[in-house]
């Protein structure tokens, strides 16, 4: 199925490179992480003479250019990988930021590299997929493929038996369970819950910690569950997650998860249980519906995640510095 709509997708790309400089769709600015459906976009749509700014900047290669350009820059991303620490497990962090429309998640899913990379030492490896304006000669895309690839490539990099791969996303997530894939005007395909666990069980690895920053994330939650998994989530199944927009700089469960728990602890549960804690402060105080962040936690991996710890020196917190011409969101 999949591939039948990339082929009418990528027969419909042409049309749409070429049509779209003259007027695009724009996502609405939300408080939760709520993906916009195509008829909320439709009924969003800029007016000609009244889109004042476009969101393809136009100093960057053209849209086909930016396509065409991915298999080299994947390549070159996972050259770029820090060598395996032998004799101990290692981590993979793969972090993707879905929606190119808002900075808030290219912002997490950069604090998220830095983080580990400085914090928790040379076993410790990232690798950065988004969508956003700033980075389209920089970081390979947030795109299905782009995941597939990265998988593919990590695969061949860890020891399936001993290292652990980190995958951390953050976008808009629907009412059906689908992360939000956006690079205005480019063709990309969205990521369901049933997608992704089907993506992950054709590569072989046999620990992994599964973080889904979204509304609606905690429906990732029964098809991700299994032995060796770890697996947080945002949000129930039927609740939003909030932090998100256009005048927020990170989530709250961004900041929560990352900022606020991983600079004090490097114990993943643990962690999640204080950003619980402070999320719920915080959506009491803004009298917002609990978000109520889910956690599942898989025969093996706790123990496997203390002996990378054991190997680990954690390295002093590193600070989250926004842009300064946005305030930072709780």
Known sequence: MRSTLTVLLAFAAGVLLATWWSGHLAMPSTASHAATTPDSMASDAVPEDDADVDRWPSQAPTPEQVLYAQPRMMRNALAELGPRVPGKP?????????????????NEAEYAARLFAQRFGASAHSLVLENNPATLTTRPLASWSNLETALDGLGK?????????????????????????????????QLG?????????????????LVVNACYSGGFVPPLRGPGT??????????????????????????????????????????????????????QQDK??????????????????ALWRKNIVAGPPVAFKPPATKAVAR
């Open 230 to 283: 770890l697996v947080l989530t945002a949000a129930r199944a039927d609740r939003s997650s909030f932090g998100c927009g256009s005048d927020s700089n990170i989530t709250y469960f961004g900041k929560a998860w990352l900022v606020d728990a991983l600079n004090h602890t490097d114990n993943f549960v643990d962690s999640f249980k204080q950003a619980s804690i402070q999320i719920s402060r915080w959506e």
């Open 90 to 106: 290692n981590l993979y962090l793969l972090a993707i930021a879905g929606d190119g429309s808002e900075d808030v998640f290219h």
């Open 157 to 189: 990099t860890m020891q399936p038996d001993q290292d652990i791969l980190l995958l951390y996303l953050t976008s808009h997530g629907s009412e059906d369970h689908t992360l939000l894939l956006d690079m205005d005007p480019l063709p990309l395909d």
């Open 193 to 209: 819950a049933s997608d992704l666990a089907s993506i992950l069980a054709m590569h072989p690895f046999k620990w992994k910690v």
């Open 288 to 305: 917002l519906t609990p978000s109520e962040p889910q956690i599942d936690i898989g025969s093996g991996i706790t123990e496997q995640l």
